[in-house]
């Protein structure tokens, strides 16, 4: 059905393509895969009229096609959902649906129409949002469904999902593989980004892997593929490599018992009710539940974002935090995988990105270190993160992932006594993941406190030495050791401790 050869793409002095082809036949699910910054969003959006090429060529059903833009794209049957969120966040659930022009009856614009076209599709992908509620006040999940119901709107023939899962809860990604699968049946090509291996494995029918801007496993068929060929061709050398860093258990914390975050008797009005719990310093401590459990609120409770009434949050410091940057102050750092909220200046250089925050710990006090030397620094944490991407490059520069590891990157070097994570490797390639967690592992050994929230369960197992589960606001019990795995956490979150010992 589409038919890409030869693309080449360069961004300044980098190759994001360099000569890459790919082929979607009708009926497949067909996974693209690969490292952090490999070129996979740059390859979609030339497919999808978003970017133009410097060279290559795109057939469509045998016709060359040459996209002016994503509208274009459109009209010719090639959708995308992209990995930035592009919700009008201003706009109605309704008016979202429909970017390049509502349905109209005797030239008005008719909002039944909207419905009667939008409610099939909302109802397939099991969303069911106030039409008339304003896009920016939908949950991330949602309006993440909202777009992908946006690009089925305008009746594709080639769908492109650029990591339309990093932002959902597993219920919603199960009902997306389904639908992606009808989509396939129905004789759609779709084309399907996803950091989660195990999911592309699930769902693709073949697969293509890109490395450095070249595709190096071109349309495979997906039985033929395990998951150490796919992490082997991604990464150019098996998981375990030299370049990988090993997966070390997580040390018992230092000092038990020693309380060094402590909720007391906290309620956040219509989020917590009457919690308490401690973390002590060296201790990983997983907060789990799910969608409005409690559990976010916990961290924005430490973070300072959210007030307690009655309770109290004390940090190491023993201090209670105040405001945000407050808590910034007194050594928390709050790091989202959330693409809205991560809080990056994209226009400007990366090293000013990573020295913002420690610079802003120093209070007015401190002297202005020496440029030279922040951007040493900087240097230093590209270095360790495999951040992709020049120190003095501009952070919206960066491929999504990459630009998720410049998050971590500026709070690593706050040099924070307590992490809060929530969902803090979405989007990031394994690689960059085991790396993410080994580095978590070892700050909670040198004694920070870490606090986690992740829809990714496995994160949480594997990194957690206590995850603690919320119900309705409050902790229903917490597992560890032996009994800390994924169906038991799964279990809980949904069905609470009933009948089982806590
Ligand atoms: N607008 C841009 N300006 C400059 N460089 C860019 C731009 N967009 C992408 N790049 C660079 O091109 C390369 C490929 O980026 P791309 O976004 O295609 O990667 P990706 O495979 O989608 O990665 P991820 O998994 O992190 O989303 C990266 O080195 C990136 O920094
Ligand atoms: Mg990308």
Redesign the pocket.
């Known amino acids: 059905m589409l038919v890409a050869s030869g693309l080449v793409k360069h ?2 002095g ?1 190759t ?1 393509l360099d000569g890459v082809g790919i082929t979607l036949d009708a009926g497949e699910v067909h996974a693209l895969v ?1 490292e ?7 390859l979609v959006k030339i497919i999808s009229g978003v970017v133009r090429p410097e060279g290559g060529t795109i057939d469509l059903d045998g016709a060359a096609v040459r996209f002016a833009d994503a509208r274009q794209a459109a009209a010719q049957g090639v959708a995308i959902v992209s ?1 930035e969120l592009m919700t009008y966040d201003d706009l109605t659930v309704l008016e979202n649906l429909f970017p390049y022009g509502a349905p109209r009856r005797r030239g008005l614009v008719s909002t039944r129409e909207m419905r009667r076209l939008a409610e099939p599709v909302l109802d397939e992908l099991g969303i069911d949002p106030p039409p008339h509620i304003r896009a920016g006040d939908l949950p991330l999940a949602d309006r993440q469904l909202l777009e992908i119901c946006r690009a089925l709107l305008q009746e594709p023939r080639v769908l492109i999902l650029d990591e339309p899962t990093s932002a959902l809860p597993r219920a919603a990604a199960d009902r997306l593989a389904d639908v992606t699968w009808r989509l396939a049946e129905r004789g759609l090509a779709v084309l399907y980004i996803s ?1 989660f291996l195990e999911e592309v494995m699930r769902i693709a029918t073949r697969v293509t892997v ?1 490395r450095d801007g070249r595709v190096v496993l071109p349309g495979a068929d997906a039985a033929d593929v395990d998951l150490d060929a796919l992490v082997t061709a991604m990464l150019g050398q098996p998981a375990g490599g030299p370049a990988a860093p090993a997966a070390v258990p997580a040390a018992a914390p230092r000092r038990p018992g020693g309380a060094a975050v402590s909720l007391t008797g906290v309620t956040v009005p219509g989020r917590l009710r009457d919690v308490s719990l401690t973390a002590a310093e060296g201790e990983i401590v997983g907060l789990a539940g799910l969608q409005g459990a409690g559990h976010l609120a916990v961290l924005d409770a430490v973070c300072g974002r959210a007030r307690p009434s009655p309770g109290s949050v004390r940090l190491p410091d023993g201090r209670s935090p105040r405001s945000a940057r407050h808590a910034v102050t007194a050594g928390v750092a709050y790091i989202s995988g959330d693409r809205k909220g991560r809080g990056l200046m994209l226009d400007k250089p990366l090293w000013e990105n990573i020295t913002t925050v420690s610079w802003l710990g120093q209070g007015r006090g401190g002297f202005l270190p020496r440029r030279s030397r922040l951007v040493d620094r900087s240097r230093g944490h590209l270095e360790r993160l495999r951040i ?2 020049d120190v003095r490059a501009r952070a ?7 630009q998720q590891k410049v998050v971590l990157a500026k709070w690593l070097d706050a040099d924070p006594s307590v992490l809060a994570l929530d969902d803090p490797t979405r ?1 990031v ?1 394994v690689g960059a993941r085991t790396e993410l967690h080994a580095i978590v592992r070892g700050l909670a050994a040198e004694g920070k406190v870490v606090l986690i929230a992740s829809s990714d369960l496995a994160e949480l197992v594997e990194l957690c030495h206590r995850v603690v589960v919320f119900q309705h606001g409050r902790v229903v019990g917490s597992l560890s050791g032996g009994r800390l795995t994924e169906p038991e956490l799964s279990l809980a979150m949904n069905a609470g401790f009933a009948g089982s010992a806590r």
């Open positions: 961004y300044g980098v994001a690969g952090n910054g490999a070129g996979k969003s740059t990995q950091h890109l992709r991407g919206s520069d960066l491929s999504g992932g990459n989007g390639d």
